[in-house]
Nanobody
Framework: QVQLVESGGGLVQAGGSLRLSCAAA????????MAWYRQAPGKLRELVAG???????NVADSVKDRFTISRDNAKKTVYLQMNSLKPEDKAVYYC??????????????WGQGTQVTVSS
């Protein structure tokens, strides 16, 4: 069993910043790619940013100049630093991780989601 616990969401004014955290817990052997997705009301879930175990990143063009993804392998945690937030960034943000556990081969796991609201 793996649990991804997200934190850091909330309400912020346009132009402000938030840092999301996602910590993995359970019988984890290894964690490969970790990523952040978001889903706005009435929209499909979309990839925001991903990071490999070695630290290589990819970030969606829509947020590339404003968001930064990072990870702390010792803490089994991935972060999303969000700066210069815009109202269109409002969404539920979901952590995703490709994890090998004691009992299962690599598969994807999802966090519970954390709400990010950006006011005008």
């Amino acid at each position: 069993q793996v649990q991804l616990v997200e934190s850091g969401g909330g309400l912020v004014q346009a132009g402000g910043s938030l840092r999301l955290s996602c910590a993995a817990a359970g019988s984890i052997r290894s964690i490969n790619t970790m990523a952040w997705y978001r889903q706005a009301p009435g929209k499909l879930r979309e990839l925001v940013a991903g990071i490999t175990s070695g630290g290589s990143t990819n970030v969606a063009d829509s947020v590339k100049d404003r968001f930064t993804i990072s990870r702390d392998n010792a803490k089994k945690t991935v972060y999303l630093q969000m700066n210069s937030l815009k109202p269109e960034d409002k969404a539920v943000y979901y952590c995703n991780a490709e994890i090998v556990t004691r009992d299962l081969p690599r598969r994807g796991y999802w966090g519970q989601g954390t709400q990010v609201t950006v006011s005008s």
